[in-house]
């Protein structure tokens, strides 16, 4: 098992792409390289399997401003 945040195939510790698995909470990381693998294991084969593809930057981008956002809101910025 990859840890956390790391590309699930091969641990790579920035990987480019987020991957959803839409109707439960299964999250997986994956570099270029293994997009289409990562994708294939979370492919359900008795239904029909919606997963969200994201880009891993852009969310790191975006927590950060949503966390600056936060401590203006909240007033705890300098």
Not at 20 to 36: F, I, K, M
Not at 50 to 64: D, G, N, P, Q
């Amino acid at each position: 098992m990859a840890p956390v945040f790391c590309c699930e195939v091969c641990d790579d510790p920035k990987p480019q792409w987020r991957l959803d698995r839409r109707g439960d909470a299964v999250v997986s990381w994956a570099c270029d390289g293994h997009l289409s693998v990562v994708c294939h294991r979370l492919q359900r084969y008795w239904e029909i399997t919606e997963i969200v593809v994201s880009s891993s930057a852009k969310r790191r981008e975006w927590a950060a401003i949503t966390k600056t956002l936060d401590q203006v809101a909240d007033g705890t910025t300098r």
